[in-house]
């Protein structure tokens, strides 16, 4: 039986690999490319089912740690998770950035170039959103 940390945590980690995937998209040129799988978030994704295979399996044939009957999910997801995530970080040669954070911060928006077709602004209400420009004033502000 999975509990909601066994669904939340490993989830939050995927939404960490996804956002990594989308800054690095967006600071990348568009010639490197490298596909789906040359991100973070598929081997998080397929780390994460391995774990959860894993899990069961364990379950399955009674496989118990310290005489402990029931083992936490979270005990085979986390490993499989940062593991495919350190191991995608070296091979990136991004290990450090990782660690710091610095692979997960939005780029300026003088940094970023305009998106295609978008007119170049330098007002302050410009938000750059998923490698995409769009402005406030374009849809008003909220309540």
Not at 36 to 45: D, Q, T
Not at 50 to 74: C, E, K, R, Y
Not at 127 to 138: A, K, L, M
Request: aromatic share 10%; net charge neutral.
């Amino acid at each position: 039986m999975l509990g909601l940390g066994d669904v939340v945590i490993p989830g939050l980690l995927l939404c960490l690999a996804r956002r990594a995937d989308i800054i690095a998209a967006s600071t990348r040129s568009p010639k490197g490319g490298g596909g789906a799988c040359a991100g973070y978030f598929v081997p998080c994704a397929a780390a994460y089912a391995l774990g959860l295979s894993l899990a069961f399996l364990a379950n399955t044939v009674h496989f118990t740690i310290f005489d402990v009957a029931g083992q936490p999910a979270l005990f085979y997801l986390v490993p499989c998770m940062l593991g495919a995530m350190v191991w995608r970080a070296h091979r990136r040669h991004e290990f450090a950035a990782m660690w710091d954070g610095v692979a997960l911060e939005i780029p300026e928006l003088a940094d970023m170039p305009p998106a295609p077709g978008a007119v170049a602004s330098s007002t302050p209400e410009r938000r750059p959103c998923c490698g995409t420009e769009f402005s406030v004033s374009e849809y008003g502000r909220l309540p």
